[in-house]
């Protein structure tokens, strides 16, 4: 709607990286509170969250190069400029997850404690950083007549101009907020560790999954067009969460019954 915040001379700020960055600030906030809540050291979550946000920034702008290769070809400086939109969620993911089980180990956390403790962070930062994709135009939906349709008219918006579209990415935005809401919910209420990450991964890979059918950006497909790549990889993830879950869950039972 409005990619570019603020400009003074030759500095831009845009609203997606603002976005971002405060999604982040705030994410790291709540993480560090409830970590020093649970008895760990809040300083190891800011250590956690550097080596996280390192490994999500280079998988997620890597597969929405990848999916987007064409456009450049032309111009492969404009890979480095993420502060102006183009980060894949699920690109994203996979590197962080695997980063984040190694130096969580590496630092002797407990691995499913502080995975809960990040889950609501991940929920709520993701939500802002929706909030950017919104003001930079990219993730939009389809044509749509509905009343809350969106037009995005400015020159430098990723969406297409004078189009009537689902705000996709306001759909998306109210769903993690939700999903934020709901986990600080269930943080009351869990019996095993793991509980709440799980729960977060498993939530978003359904809202997402649905959320696809009302895309209207080219982002490639499977099975004629019908899936969308986020679909697809959801589809696995949804059932790697549900599988966690309950072992997780089976196991916490295990560890009670011994006590």
Avoid at 86 to 97: C, D, E, K, R, S
Avoid at 169 to 186: C, I, T
Avoid at 220 to 225: I, K, N, V
Wanted: charge should be positive; glycine fraction near 12%; proline fraction near 6%.
């Amino acid at each position: 709607m409005h990619p570019i915040l603020l400009k003074i001379g030759p500095i831009t700020i845009y609203s997606y990286g603002v976005m971002i960055a405060l999604g982040i600030i705030t994410g790291l906030f709540l993480a560090r509170r409830q970590a020093r809540q649970e008895g760990i050291d809040p300083d190891k979550i800011i250590d956690i969250t550097f080596y996280l946000l390192i490994a999500a920034l280079i998988g997620a702008r890597l597969l929405f190069v990848l999916m987007n290769f064409k456009e450049y070809v032309a111009d492969p400086l404009a890979i480095l400029k993420i502060w102006e939109g183009g980060l894949v969620f699920y690109g994203g993911l996979v590197p962080a997850v695997v980063i984040g089980i190694w130096y969580i180990k590496r630092l002797g956390l407990p691995l499913w404690q502080v995975a809960d403790i990040l889950a609501p962070s991940l929920a709520i930062g993701h939500a802002m950083g929706r909030i950017g994709c919104f003001f930079a135009g990219c993730c939009y939906g389809g044509v749509c007549d509905l009343p809350w349709a969106v037009t995005f008219t400015d020159p430098g918006s990723l969406a297409p101009p004078g189009v009537p579209v689902h705000p996709t990415q306001l759909y998306s935005s109210l769903g993690l907020f939700a999903l934020f809401a709901f986990l600080v919910w269930l943080r009351r209420k869990k019996t095993f560790p793991g509980e709440l990450f799980w729960t977060y991964i498993l939530c978003y890979a359904i809202g997402r999954f649905l959320l696809e059918f009302l895309r209207g950006d080219l982002r490639g497909g499977f099975l004629g067009g019908v899936l969308s790549p986020a679909q697809v990889i959801g589809i696995p993830l949804a059932g790697i969460s549900v599988v966690m879950l309950l072992y997780l869950k089976k196991r916490g039972v295990k560890k009670h019954g011994r006590r």
